[in-house]
């Protein structure tokens, strides 16, 4: 069973900064991208970035130059720096991946739990 489990969530200052964590565990195959979406409250859920197998990063407008998405494809891991927060920035995350679980099977999608960042005015 394939699982995302997302840490580095919490509470900070406007102009602070978080770094949150992904890590796939389980049995599969191969991961291609991985994603970082959040959502606030009474919010549609929002992609925030994403990073391709080979490295290739992409992200949201709001965020572009504040958080730098990476990842350690050794530890079927990736990560989201997320600097000068804003109060904006107030969701819950959630890490997205799309897994292979063999060969002979295609991508499919797995989510996180969710961790909440919360930034303080």
């Known amino acids: 069973q394939v699982q995302l489990v997302e840490s580095g969530g919490g509470l900070v200052q406007t102009g602070g900064s978080l770094r949150l964590s992904c890590a796939a565990s389980g049995s599969f195959f191969s991961i291609n991208v991985m994603d970082w979406y959040r959502q606030a409250p009474g919010k549609q859920r929002e992609l925030v970035a994403g990073?391709?197998?080979?490295?290739?990063?992409y992200y949201a407008d709001s965020v572009k130059g504040r958080f730098t998405i990476s990842r350690d494809n050794a530890k079927n891991t990736v990560y989201l720096q997320m600097n000068t927060l804003k109060p904006e920035d107030t969701a819950v995350y959630y890490c997205n991946a799309q897994i292979s679980l063999d060969v002979f099977r295609g991508l499919r999608d797995y989510w996180g739990q969710g961790t909440q960042v919360t930034v303080s005015s």
């Open positions: 990073i391709t197998i080979s490295g290739s990063a």
